[in-house]
């Protein structure tokens, strides 16, 4: 069959059952195709139902997506930038070729304990993170931080995976002290794995962390580590993750605390 043949529009519904990245591969085969592949028919069958909704709880700097000339280019903003929403808590962001939905749970949004005891925890503003605040570890032996997500705001039928987003400067006490990190639903399973926070172990690290797993720099130049994974089916649960380390009872400082970031897990 010749697809070129087909009326622009019969190739634009076609497209809009493929991916973003199918899209913008297959615009290159005609003057046609490249036509319907700009339709706003085609995007907006990759644009979450909800999106509307989710730009009206965005920040000043993120209104005038509202008023995006093209679906393609409401698409390609979304997939670009994150967008910081909810008084500045959360972010939310498309994954680029599939369109799928991200999230990140600011430092804010989490349950830290003594999280807003002068003592332990300092909130400040870095220039290199998205939200307004991060939080910043001084002085705890008793490290509890945790986060919730429903799956009714993700993406149905993905596998997504939690991710906590940080940095370390000068961090004491990580070292000796291995982090149990735990994602599950909490009406379904759950995961809990050890690693080691601390990115730079020297030459002779404790024989509690050594071969565990370390987080890698991003390239926002943050540090991330993955938590866990589960699938969202599309029925509504609340996904729980945790970062506790209370077992060792180490004095723990210079963790940086962005937030925990949610995404489609990557096909190996």
Known sequence: MDFQALPEGCIATILSYTTPADVCRLSVVSKIFCSAAESDD???HFLPSDADIIISRA??????LANSPSKKTLYLALSHHPIIIDQG???FQLERKSGKKCYML??????IIWGD?????NWSTLPDSRFPEVAQLLHVCWLEIRGMINTLALSPNTQYAAYLVFKMIDGRGFRQSPVELSVGALHGHSTT???????NLGSRPHRRVVGLPRPNERSDGWLEIEMGEFFNSGLEDEVQMSVVETKYGNWKSGLLLEGIEVRPKEDN
């Open 193 to 199: 794995h050890t690693v080691c926070l601390d990115p």
């Open 106 to 111: 600011a430092a804010r949004a989490l349950s």
């Open 89 to 91: 808590t959360k972010s």
């Open 42 to 44: 085609v995007w907006n």
């Open 59 to 64: 920040d000043s700097e993120s209104t005038s």
């Open 117 to 121: 005891t002068p003592q332990y925890w």
